[in-house]
């Protein structure tokens, strides 16, 4: 939903930008519905839909890195209590999406593989938005789950939790952001009580021209008459994975007891240097697991 006109001041009327604003939304639109039209290019949907029919459902977005997918899905089997937990691939390669498919596999985790997403090379958050839109429309919505959850693949557990307990207080709550009088559910860990939403025009999308990223498309229809101070919150920190390194080129983030690699932010030739880290981290918790020798 683009701001209303009252929000646009005079330079931007004489720049023309509520009709930009207008006409880009519109083509947006269009390429979102055709995409979300698309049927899925693997993966049980049938199955998947019994399997998630009144249950509380994790749904991680793969996108092109196996061993992120295989952590996540050790770390959240053991620790996160949760009935399913469903991976939806929007890698760009098939070799990713291969490799992503036999981790599930391996893990026992249900896999989709998800159309070709328009968005993907031209803006990763738009594309996150797109794949989002596209499970809730096609899985989530006919499944009707009892509730249902979204991960980062890059956000890892690292002691015993249940995210959806909360849901019996809240219909909706994750880590917040805003922009500026707004505010939304951060897309990597947000968490809904189907009954509370499933009548409403969900947008997993962003609304850039508003000023909100991936899932902040959701504030007309979710979030604008809620206080979000009346959801529950977590402490989150930020820290550099690599010593000597500046905050900003090795970031990541500690968001309560779950460890955010931020696999997209920071000197990307870090990245190898960081995943390391980020495995030292998250050791003692591997190690702990059950059978964490057969793994």
């Known amino acids: 939903m683009p701001k209303a006109l009252r929000e646009y001041n005079w330079r931007q009327w004489l720049r023309l930008q509520p009709l930009t604003h207008a006409v880009?939304?519109?083509?947006?639109?269009?390429?979102?519905?055709?995409?979300?039209?698309?049927?899925?290019?693997?993966?049980?949907?049938?199955?998947?839909?019994?399997?998630?029919?009144g249950r509380d459902?994790?749904?991680?977005i793969a996108f092109g890195d196996a061993q992120c997918l295989d952590l996540q899905a050790r770390l959240a089997r053991r620790?996160?209590?949760?009935?399913?937990?469903?991976?939806?691939?929007?890698s760009i390669?098939?070799?990713?999406?291969?490799?992503?498919?036999q981790i599930c596999a391996a893990r026992g985790v249900p896999y989709v593989r998800l159309p070709?997403?328009?968005?993907?090379?031209?803006?990763?958050?738009?594309?996150?938005?797109?794949?989002?839109?596209?499970?809730?429309?096609?899985i989530l919505k006919p499944a009707a789950p009892a509730a249902f959850g979204f991960l980062d693949q890059d956000l890892f557990p690292t002691q015993p939790c249940d995210p959806f307990a909360p849901l019996q207080d809240v219909a909706f709550y994750g880590d917040?952001?805003?922009?500026?009088?707004r505010w939304y559910l951060w897309a990597g860990y947000c968490f809904f009580r189907f009954d509370a939403v499933s009548r409403k025009?969900?947008?997993?999308?962003?609304?850039?021209?508003?000023?909100?990223?991936?899932?902040?498309?959701?504030?007309?229809?979710?979030?604008?008459?809620?206080?979000?101070?009346?959801?529950?919150?977590?402490?989150?920190?930020?820290?550099?994975?690599?010593?000597?390194v500046d905050l900003r080129q090795a970031y990541c983030e500690w968001r309560g007891s779950w460890l955010h690699e931020v696999g997209l932010d920071g000197d990307l030739s870090l990245k190898a240097k960081k995943r390391e880290a980020v495995l030292r981290l998250l050791e003692p918790t591997l190690q702990a697991l059950p059978g964490s020798a057969r793994q």
Request: charged fraction near 25%; aromatic fraction near 8%; glycine fraction near 8%.
């Open 57 to 60: 459902v994790l749904l991680t």
């Open 176 to 181: 917040l952001r805003r922009a500026g009088a």
């Open 24 to 53: 880009k939304t519109a083509r947006y639109r269009k390429i979102d519905r055709r995409f979300l039209s698309l049927p899925a290019k693997a993966g049980d949907i049938a199955g998947i839909h019994d399997a998630a029919r």
């Open 93 to 101: 390669s098939e070799a990713a999406a291969d490799e992503n498919r």
């Open 116 to 138: 070709a997403n328009p968005w993907t090379v031209k803006n990763p958050s738009r594309s996150h938005g797109a794949a989002l839109n596209w499970m809730w429309r096609n």
């Open 201 to 244: 025009p969900l947008d997993f999308g962003l609304d850039w021209f508003a000023g909100l990223d991936t899932g902040g498309a959701n504030w007309e229809v979710l979030y604008r008459d809620v206080d979000p101070n009346a959801l529950p919150q977590r402490p989150i920190t930020e820290f550099a994975a690599l010593p000597g």
């Open 79 to 90: 620790l996160v209590r949760h009935d399913l937990h469903i991976v939806a691939d929007n």
